[in-house]
Structure formats: C-alpha cells, structure tokens
C-alpha cells in the first residue's frame, strides 16, 4: 500500500480542475497498448468509516474479475488515520484536515492513473462482474457514463428494496432527479475532466450536479443486473434540509439556463422534477416530525409547517398519522407551557 499525506496548501490540486491540464493528472497516464484493457481506477473518499464496512467495500473491489485496476483512497481527515490491508494496487492519501467528500474525490481522480474512474463509497459493495461489464459498456465512445442496477441494503447488508429505475436515462430525467448512486458510476477520464469533476462547493447532491454535465457530454449506459449495493443506514431524509436547498437552487439555475436556450422539454422537466422534489422533502419533513417527538415538540412543528409548506400531500396521504401528531404537538407544547409556569411559580 503507497502512502502519501497531503498538507492543506500547496500540495493539492484545485477543488475544480482545468480540464485540459488535468486529463493526465499528477499519476503517470496508465494508456493502454492496442489491444490492452483500460486501467480502471477506483476511487474512494472516507473519513471516520467503519472498518469493517470500509473492508467489505475493499474486498469487493479484490473480487472483481476485471483484472487491470488500482484503488485511490483519500482519508479526508479522519480522527483516526484510516488504514487498510497492504496492497500495492491501493493508493492511501491522507488530507490532515478534511475538505469534504467532493475535493476529496477530485483530489483521488486528479492522482489517479486509470482511463476509466470508478466511485466507490466506503460502506457501498459491488458484485464481482461489475467493473469488467461497465468496462465492456464504455467501449462505445458515445457512452460517457455508465451506472449499474443497484438494490438499498441496511447497516447488515439485509435488503430494504429496489434502487432507482428513472431518472438516469439523459439530461431531460435528470433534471426531473438523480436516480444514479455514486458507488454505481464508472466514467471516462476525459469526460470527468471535461466536465469538471466534482463542484467541491457542494456538500450535497454534488453527484446529481456532476452527472447532470456529464449527460451533455454523450450517452449514458446501465448494466444489470444488480451489480451494486447501496448501504443506507438510519434515516435518509435527517439532512433534507440542506439537500432542498441545494436542489432547488440547481433546478432554478437550470431553468434559467434553458429558457434562455429556448429549450421546451427542459423546461418541461424541470417543472416535474421541482414537483416531485418537494413533495419528496415534504415527506421527509413530515417524517422528521413524527420522530422528533416527543423530545423536541418546537422541533417537530417546525419540521411539519415545512412539510405543509414545500406540499399538503403528505398531510392528505397519511391523516391518519396527521391528527394524533398534531394532537401531540398540542399536549407536548401545553405540558411544556404548564412545566414552565409551575416553575415561575416557584420562584
């Protein structure tokens, strides 16, 4: 295992790379001879993981039957130096203090030697024929991203359900949302470049951002079966927040962008994908109010009155659960009331 630490200034590349200059990047450029299979880097970003899942990913990359990869991993600052069997084919960048997993995955490509990049999240796992059929995918030059089927498994690696059928196929169900997981995308070297890889200004939705350029470019592929295994531990909806926030900015700058290109069906999709999209964060809204109480009553209204805000569908989807929350909203805010009087009382 190769080991390099990267100071915060000077050594590392830019957040966003020019592209001209980074399609080699800093590694020795892994061209492949006639004939030859491309080199596929694969490319992960960690900090704090779980060392066992971090090991299940890694020993699902050991298990690939495409034989020509190499893995960059870049520990973006982690309490505890992260580390990993020795394997020279494994690459350990320490950055000491981190800078978020989209510089940390532009610092990986940017020092990686691979034709073709394959993201792998730390607790995600792969079936042993993926890389070698996005591989064989890619060989149409067209093809600038190709996805596989993926299935959502919990912290045991129990099944919860399906991925995402839509919204992966081009620009236009893109922007009506992401239904790409990361783990499950290998690209071309120059597209990831030429698109500017990752925007490291972005702490969410940062790949839905990346693949939305990416689908300028040419074609994307998905392989199945189910190739990929997407860990989602908790509740995926805790940080709905900020995502809205990021998505519905992306979605405006694209509306922006295609009335000004005159450009119908996009305009056309945007309007679904921000429907879809707040109806979506209006049920995590409204999840997080269920689950907020009793413990945080003032958390939980305010959880719900953006959950009506952003749509009423969860409200008239589930009022069944509609009325007893609000009923203890109602009880929890007058016993706080009742508390605090009784304690002025005291006093």
């Known amino acids: 295992m190769a080991e ?56 699902g990359v050991r298990a690939q039957t495409y034989p020509r990869w190499e893995v960059v991993l ?38 990686s030697r691979g034709e073709v990049l394959a993201f792998l999240d730390d607790d995600d796992m792969w079936e042993p024929t993926k890389l070698e059929r996005q591989v064989a995918a890619l060989a ?17 690696g129990a099944l919860r359900g399906p991925g995402y059928p839509d919204w992966w196929r081009d620009r236009y169900e893109l922007l009506q949302g992401c239904g790409i997981i990361t783990s499950s995308v290998c690209v071309p070297r120059w ?16 790949d839905w951002d990346l693949f939305l350029r990416l689908s300028e470019l040419g074609r994307i592929a998905r392989v199945e079966p189910v190739l990929t295994h997407y860990r989602v531990v908790g509740d995926p909806g805790r940080r709905y927040r900020d995502t809205a926030a ?5 979605l405006e700058k694209q509306r922006v962008r ?9 305009i056309a999709a945007i ?26 009553w ?33 009880q929890t805010r007058r016993a706080k009331q009742a508390s605090r009087a009784g304690t002025e009382g005291l006093g």
């Open 191 to 206: 597209a990831f470049f030429l698109a500017g890889g990752f925007d490291a200004a972005l702490a969410v939705a940062e």
């Open 74 to 111: 870049v520990d973006d600052g982690s309490d505890v130096p992260v580390t990993v069997p020795l394997d020279p084919r494994v690459t350990v960048l320490r950055v000491p203090e981190g800078r978020g997993v989209s510089a940390a995955r532009n610092l990986a490509a940017y020092t």
């Open 298 to 330: 003032a958390g939980a209204a305010a959880h719900l009155a953006r959950s009506i805000r952003l749509s009423p569908w969860p409200v008239l989807k589930d009022a069944a659960h509609f009325r007893p929350l609000r009923s203890s909203l109602r």
């Open 258 to 266: 295609a009335r000004a290109q005159r450009d119908d069906a996009a």
């Open 246 to 250: 990021v998505a519905f900015a992306m």
């Open 140 to 156: 149409d030059e067209d093809v600038v991203l190709a996805d596989t089927v993926c299935d959502i498994v919990d912290q045991d």
């Open 271 to 296: 309007a679904q994908g921000h429907a879809r999209l707040r109806r979506l964060f209006a049920e995590q809204a409204f999840s997080m109010a269920r689950t907020t109480l009793p413990e945080d």
């Open 4 to 59: 390099a630490a990267v100071e915060q200034t000077g050594a590392a590349p830019p957040s966003r790379v020019p592209p001209l200059r980074a399609l080699m990047g800093t590694g020795t450029a892994a061209a492949s001879e006639p004939g030859t299979e491309p080199l596929v880097s694969v490319l992960i970003a960690t900090r704090n993981p779980d060392p066992q899942l971090l090991e299940l990913a890694l020993a």
